[in-house]
């Protein structure tokens, strides 16, 4: 619980301060503008309950820490798009042209633990 605090804590607080930055941009699409903003509430909604319900029976921390750190970005992204329509991103990434924030970065994050998680469990499995 603490970390997803600190998640959302810290992704808000980032967005705060740079709202008044000529970076700012409100994205209101999904998954970095790509996805239209008419598909956001049927592709994000169930995707955040599966993850819920894939934390509820992790079987190993890293697993969780993983999954908490999507949760509460994903979370984060999402308060944004409740109380102001859209997601706001300041973080340009010119290589794949398009923008980002603190909680794109880390569910990016999370979903490597969670990778790697898997893999090591598996291969603890096998030996």
Not at 30 to 53: H, K, N, R
Not at 99 to 122: E, K, P, T, Y
């Amino acid at each position: 619980m603490v970390v997803a605090t600190l998640v959302i804590l810290a992704d808000q607080l980032s967005k705060y301060f740079m709202t008044n930055s000529n970076l700012m941009v409100f994205n209101q699409g999904a998954s970095f503008g790509l996805v239209p903003s008419i598909l956001w509430p049927i592709i994000i909604i169930p995707v955040i309950g599966f993850l819920i319900y894939e934390l509820l029976k992790a079987g190993n921390s890293y697993s969780q820490i993983g999954l908490i750190l999507i949760i509460s970005a994903g979370l984060s992204n999402l308060l944004d798009r409740f109380f102001l329509g859209a997601v706001r991103d300041f973080i340009h990434y010119k290589a794949i042209n398009t923008v980002g924030n603190l909680a794109d970065i880390i569910i990016g994050v999370g979903v490597g633990v969670l990778v790697l998680s898997q893999g090591f469990q598996r291969k603890s499995n096998q030996t």
